[in-house]
């Protein structure tokens, strides 16, 4: 079945750090994948996605590259802020008609001034 | 544009009491609704989804029910609350192999 695999968190980092976050994926077809953000108390944000192989999702100085040889969506960014402490949550997009998200465990993020 | 409503925002409820979750959608018509629960510290679990009014599919047995009396409406329901079921409850919207969008979640805690 479809599943999604990240790495275990908490990530440290000082300010103006570079940040990778490791995303694999199990999946049948060719699922969409996304990257949310949780900030402490708050629902989930939509980050980023893409929707086939080699597309790279963008916003807010985050990318991540669809890449379908090595089945991974890494999540990376090159100088974080202090603001981007959160839990980050990698998924993929069902194949099926219910179109149910697969979400990772999440990793947490936290960035030190 | 569309928006989504979750309320209460919290609620502290005893073990055995009855519980009424509810999910409010705007600015789209006939969207996939979807409720996920969020464990402390954990990930997200789908509990339930709905391609439709009165159409409800259950990802895990538990003590929770879902229906969907409206289009954009989507309510979360228990008879009675265990410790368990405890946690940060999230209802989302989508309109098919795309992106969801969230809710602001409700804070369950049962005592």
């Known amino acids: 079945g479809n599943s999604v695999t990240q790495m275990e968190g908490p990530v440290t980092l000082s300010e103006e750090a570079f940040l990778t976050i490791n995303c694999t994926y199990t999946a049948t077809g060719y699922p969409s994948l996304f990257w949310y953000v949780q900030y402490p108390g708050e629902g989930l944000q939509l980050l980023l996605k893409?929707?086939?192989?080699?597309d790279k999702g963008s916003n807010k100085g985050f990318e991540a590259t669809y890449r379908k040889e090595t089945t991974s969506f890494h999540l990376e960014k090159g100088s974080v802020q202090v603001s981007d402490s959160a839990v980050y949550f990698c998924?993929?997009?069902?194949?099926?008609?219910?179109?149910?998200?697969?979400f990772g465990s999440g990793t947490r993020l936290l960035v030190r001034p | 544009s569309q928006t989504i409503h979750q309320w209460p925002a919290t609620l502290v409820q005893p073990v055995g009491s009855p519980l009424s979750l509810e999910c409010t959608v705007e600015?789209?018509?006939?969207?996939?609704l979807y409720w996920y629960r969020q464990a402390a510290g954990r990930g997200l679990q789908l509990l339930f989804y709905?391609?439709?009014?009165?159409?409800i599919s259950s990802e895990v047995p538990q003590n929770l029910s879902a229906s969907r009396p409206q289009d954009r409406q989507f309510i979360l329901s228990s008879k009675k609350l265990l410790l368990s079921d405890s946690g940060f409850y999230l209802c989302?919207?989508?309109?098919?192999?795309?992106?969801?969008?969230f809710g602001p979640g409700t804070r369950l805690t049962v005592l």
């Open positions: 893409a929707t086939k192989a080699d």
């Open positions: 709905s391609v439709g009014i009165g159409q």
């Open positions: 989302a919207w989508g309109t098919g192999l795309t992106e969801q969008f």
């Open positions: 600015g789209t018509s006939n969207p996939n």
């Open positions: 998924a993929l997009s069902s194949s099926d008609s219910s179109y149910k998200l697969i």
